[in-house]
């Protein structure tokens, strides 16, 4: 008796001791939490990053001659899908990919002082209920998101309500009820910005507009020879007898763009040329998209991801964080924010990363983000498809855009090929074209290209195995030799280095970490004891991310 009762203490014991354990443990984050305020987005041109299907690279019989760069390449869904199988997205700490528009585009080319140029970029619609078979297909597509979120990440399409495609020969201009051909914008107040076109020969969408419209006669003409028409008029009656819209031209748009929602289940839309239309468009467009997120998510609860919203980030050209909530039109300020757009576009990050020390612009963004932008997000980039002045056009500073861009308070945006240090200075280019080659695939195979590669997947990497880096609190630690900072998000703590001496370290960790607890410089995968509130870590890097090993 006396011997069990022994055996009985010495399980409770165990248990006691087990348990505790596990308490402490548990203090630890365990799981990666997933917010867009720190997500690390990749951004890509569907018909420039990989070909994965060469028998769609010609449609429409577009064989014109084009200027450099400016016609279809051959890249296309498939081509991501499968680099998504093959973990570069993953090892690059990936967890959002957002695709230019892969909708149907204007079947001919068009020559406005650049060279004939054709719809690859995927911003000039002739059908949004329809995959331009250039970028693939419907079946793509699904395959696409359901593998890219069976490795965590999210999918990204590109909204476009602003204008249909060019005016061609083989794409007519839609019906005045639907568009204006004119005036040009002179973008120096509201009027001037929305209610024209953003270049000759745009046609601008009357989103303005409350008057009912008939299809476009191009559309009706087009489906009866896809044998569609009869199911989208039906779809489009159940959705305006739903929402009690008139038929006006910016719902029938907003229709066919959530349908990719609720029939894919993306998680959010890149939403472009936001200035150019009229604030409440965007506040329709959110709730529309948040009842399709929301239907798609009770018709497919074993795909659903995590409770996170649906994602709609806007590009509101020269928007900066420094601007807060309003943006000012000269005569008029909007708040794009509220009742809209999780986040924006930042196009000030590139400029205050040259002009400010790297401590000022991460104080800056952490005040701002916890401040008047509290809730909501920014959209950090160094490079992109439209602006002509990135960070490091001619690719000297690879590292340093990487540390800049994934250390910023934020969500990070890498442009394809930031993290191979893809060539912006094509010869014979002109315009925006320039940014836009094909992915430098065969560069990433040399000794130096690796390098560069390593340092935005380690940096990646971090940045997506703890939130706390793009949306946590910010504390400068040190600036004696260095930068050395915190970031804290709930549970989530990191310590981070930068601009530090090579070989041994000192790292004051006290704020944070107790002594005896061991950590992980994720940089150089080197672990070290907390002693006396501070590490030691001796290598030849001149940077360190510091974690719990886990």
């Not at 757009?341 to 590139?350: A, D, G, P, T, V």
Request: charged fraction near 25%.
């Amino acid at each position: 008796m006396k011997n069990i009762f022994l055996i009985i203490c010495l399980i409770a014991f165990l248990g006691c001791k087990e348990s505790t354990s596990k308490k402490l443990v548990e203090t630890k984050p365990t799981q990666k939490e997933f917010v867009w305020e720190g997500a690390n987005i990749y951004f890509l041109l569907t018909d420039r990053f990989y070909n994965g299907d060469k028998s769609n690279d010609l449609n429409f019989n577009r064989t014109k001659e084009t200027g450099r760069l400016r016609g279809f390449e051959g890249g296309d869904i498939k081509g991501i899908t499968q680099k998504i199988k093959e973990g570069y997205f993953t090892k690059l700490g990936i967890n959002a990919i957002w695709m230019t528009p892969v909708v149907e585009q204007i079947h001919d080319g068009t020559d406005e002082g650049t060279g004939l140029s054709y719809g690859f970029h995927g911003y000039w619609a002739k059908d949004w209920t329809k995959i331009d078979p250039n970028f693939g297909t419907k079946e793509d597509l699904k395959e696409l998101i359901e593998i890219a979120h069976s490795k965590g990440i999210r999918i990204l399409l590109d909204a476009v309500i602003n204008h249909t495609g060019p005016v061609t020969e083989k794409d007519p201009v839609w019906p005045s009820d639907w568009v204006r051909t004119e005036p040009k914008c002179t973008y120096d107040n509201f009027k001037n910005t929305t209610h024209c076109t953003l270049v000759e020969n745009l046609p601008d969408i009357k989103t303005e507009s409350n008057e009912n419209v008939t299809l476009p006669p191009q559309l009706v003409s087009k489906w009866k020879a896809e044998g569609r028409y009869e199911q989208e008029v039906k779809e489009l009656d159940a959705f305006f007898e739903r929402t009690g819209h008139p038929r006006a031209p910016r719902f029938y748009i907003m229709k066919w763009l959530t349908d990719y929602i609720t029939e894919f289940g993306i998680d959010g839309y890149r939403v472009d040329t936001v200035k150019h239309t009229e604030e409440f468009v965007w506040q329709e467009f959110k709730v529309a998209c948040d009842y399709a997120f929301d239907q798609y998510k009770k018709n497919n609860a074993a795909k659903v991801l995590d409770d996170n919203d649906f994602y709609l980030v806007g590009e509101v050209y020269n928007y900066a964080i420094s601007h807060g909530k309003a943006f000012d039109f000269g005569d008029k300020r909007v708040n794009y924010f509220d009742k809209a757009f999780n986040s924006l576009i930042n196009f000030e990050i590139k400029w205050n990363a040259k002009q400010m020390k790297e401590k000022d612009v991460f104080h800056k963004y952490d005040s701002l983000l916890s401040g008047n932008l509290k809730g909501y997000g920014i959209l950090n980039y160094m490079t992109s498809h439209d602006d002509g002045q990135p960070f490091d056009k001619e690719r000297k500073m690879p590292y340093q855009t990487a540390t800049m861009l994934l250390l910023t308070p934020g969500t990070s945006q890498v442009y394809y090929g930031d993290e191979s240090a893809r060539d912006l200075t094509i010869e014979g280019t002109v315009g925006d074209a320039t940014l836009r080659s094909f992915m430098n695939w065969d560069d990433i195979q040399n000794k130096e290209t690796q390098k560069i590669l390593n340092h935005w997947q380690k940096l990646g990497q971090f940045r997506a195995n703890h939130p706390a880096v793009g949306a946590g609190r910010h504390h400068l630690i040190s600036e004696s030799n260095g930068l050395v900072f915190s970031r804290v998000r709930n549970n989530d703590k990191i310590i981070a280095g930068i601009n530090l001496s090579k070989g041994e370290k000192s790292i004051d960790v006290s704020s944070i970490f107790n002594d005896g607890d061991i950590l992980q410089d994720f940089y150089s995968e080197t672990d070290a004891v907390v002693k006396n509130g501070k590490i030691i870590i001796t290598n030849d890097n001149n940077i360190i991310l510091l974690q719990y090993k886990l």
